[in-house]
């Protein structure tokens, strides 16, 4: 007895089965790949906790498709691993990403052409399976033994190291995970850096460039560098160095999963490490090496010049252009530059000689013994192969296209002068003077030179015009020599003034072009001379949101100024201290706080060298349109090089916020800056000064209060400003008052550094509660007498 299968029965079952299959193969399982679901379009695999997503992209400015992995919630779109980085796909449609049957993953063009293979050899059919992990790691496994690891993305990495991956060398293989560099930012090809371990078994790493060529602690060309001891951070990274039998490698780890963080091999030419804000929605640069542009090996190739603090970074030396102007312009400049004029010296013909001032000599360069300047010169002027020369005392020639030109900055006592062969004809200044007869009478020559004065007359108001304004340009970041009259014009004579410091007055000005400067007078003599030196060769040469931008400067006779941009809202100490109509809310101070603790981290860190700012106080914090913090008053600070962990100096700064160190006499660090910032938060908290006493007790001293009421578990809100009626964050004004009281330990080693603070400021790092500092356990145990020293 059959049974009897009704057809609309039968046709609703294939209708289901139909759309059950289509939808398993859209979906193609939430983060494996099985033999017979490949990938396509749009479609993509997720791994489980939806960190990372694998498919086709298309990088900006790109016309061609790749496979590859980025972070799925990260809104900047951020690939860290690319398949077919060689060879690009016009159509992700017609191409797909599959298991073959001979258990490999493959990637297909529109033509069914392979253009990317995992390579693994098996003789069994359809015998694995693709995963993608919550580490970023695209694994093949067998379907047999999943615990056995086939092939995986982080043994062919790309250019970005992902925690859990490994930068290293196996020994018995001689096969390495290296990092390569995107040819450019919209170009995933190999480019010209990469990053590998030292084939000979030491902890150490290359910075490859072109394959020989690479970079180590500022020499060039270098050796060999290793990870310094800032990438052992227990509050952030875990490094570690592995060395067995087997392998060699260097692995990370971060401290807390919620923490997007990588390394990158960057076109540039800079492994960077990054790290995701939340709150800003941007990638922070938190460690680098080289540690600036200009570090980098040939960055911008032969015969260009690199100036960090200029935009662009690289330009051709004057009488050059760009051997490939297309990739020039897209931002490669490891090609270099040519000469618009070929030199004469084989023809027969005359060359000569173009100074470039105060620059960082190029590498590789000859000595000769000669007598003097003219000597060396024509030393290699007699030699058609020489491309330089430069004389201070000895001659140094160079007799190769050469690399690695630095400008240097204002008052960087480092710089040389080049002295660039060039052909003779590129030194002529043509001057045309066109003779005219003059006929015609008296008046009709008059009213000529009439109409011709009025006509020079204009060009030269326009040209010093146009000179005056190019200050302003939002495209140069070059330091503007100012000369005096044109300061008395934008401050009207000096008339409005912003404040008064010890070195001098503060003036409010109008450029032409109407951007608002302030323009600080400073006294020329003595310290104010030193000042003046001091925050030019510092501020001028760097720039960050958090501090205050360094115009130019005014050097005449004996006229000191330095030009700013103008700070609407004034110092932090005008809000937290005087009458000011505008009452900072809570946010807005725990936004200022952590700004400053950006910039102060960026001085102590992310510069060629530590600058110590050596005077942090609320009057020195300027405020812009939008209540942003910007750091300012560089004239006390100091450069600690990157060899160097401290620097002896005399005592510099404010009372009320100096580390014990400075009393002490001993040399100081970065942290007699943490200790300032910290006592400055205890403010910002307050709304008044630390040693302003109510009712004559030094049990008053508000960082006292502080610590007693963290360690005795009190109400903390009662400790906040009046002005805010308790109106606050109960969890960040903890966080707050356990950074501000961990910054004044008296031990600068107890201190925190200000990547720490920034990190605790942003909720990236849980803070404990701190000791209290022996200063303060003096004004507990003796309230009536004090501490002769609180804030130094």
Known sequence: MGIRVQPGFFFLHVLVL??????????????????????????????QDE?????????????????????????????????????????????????????????????????????IISSTLNSTFAVLEDSGNLVLRSRSNSSVVLWQSFDHPTDTWLPGGKLGLNKLTRKQQIYSSWSSYDDPAPGPFLLKLDPNGTRQYFIMWNGDKHWTCGIWPGRVSVFGPDMLDDNYNNMTYVSNEEENYFTYSVTKTSILSRFVMDSSGQLRQLTWLEDSQQWDLIWSRPQQQCEIYALCGEYGGCNQFSVPTCKCLQGFEPRFPTEWISGNHSHGCVRTTPLQ???????????????????????????????????????CTCTAYTFDGECSIWLEN???????????????????????????????RTKRRINGDIVGAAAGVATLTVILGFIIWKCRRRQFSSAVKPTEDLLVLYKYSDLRKATKNFSEKLGEGG??????????????????????????????????????TIHHINLIRLRGFCLEGTKRFLVYEYMPNGSLESHL???????????????IALGIARGLEYLHEKCRDCIIHCDIKPENILLDAGYNPQISDFGLAKLLGRDFSRVLTTVKGTRGYLAPEWISGIAITAKADVFSYGMMLFEIISGRRNWEIKDDRMNDYFPAQVMKKLSTGEELLTLLDEKLEQNADIEELTRVCKVACWCIQDDEGDRPSMKSVVQILEGALDVIMPPIPSFIENIAENPEEGSPTPGF
Request: glycine residues 8%; aromatic residues 12%; contains cysteine.
């Open 402 to 432: 050469l690399l690695n030109i630095q400008y240097l900055s204002f008052g960087d006592n480092l710089g040389k002068d080049l002295h660039l062969r060039v052909a003779a004809v590129e030194l002529v200044v043509y001057r045309s």
């Open 345 to 383: 010296c084989r023809k027969g013909g005359k060359d000569g000689f173009r100074m470039i001032p105060n620059i960082r000599l190029p590498a590789n360069a000859v000595s000769l013994t000669v007598r003097s300047s003219k000597e060396c010169e024509a030393a290699c002027l007699e030699n």
């Open 577 to 591: 201290f005087q009458k000011n109509p505008r009452i900072l809310d809570w946010k807005t101070r725990c936004q």
């Open 18 to 47: 139909f759309f059950l299959s289509f939808y398993m193969h859209l979906s193609i399982g939430v983060d494996t790949i099985f033999p017979g679901q490949p990938i396509s379009g749009n479609q993509t695999i997720t791994s």
């Open 503 to 540: 070195f001098g007055s503060v003036f409010k000005g109008t450029l032409p072009n109407s951007a608002e400067i302030a323009a600080k007078k400073l006294k020329c003599h003595g310290q104010g001379e030193k000042q003046f030196r001091t925050e030019v060769s510092t501020i001028g």
């Open 51 to 119: 960190r990372f997503e694998l498919g086709f992209f298309k990088p900006n400015n790109s016309q061609n498709y790749y496979i590859g992995i980025w972070y799925k919630k990260v809104p900047v779109h951020t690939v860290v691993w690319v398949a077919n980085r060689y060879k690009p796909l016009a159509d992700p449609f017609s191409s797909k990403l599959e298991l073959s049957v001979n258990g490999n993953l493959v990637v297909q063009n529109q033509s069914k052409i392979q253009v990317w293979s995992t390579s």
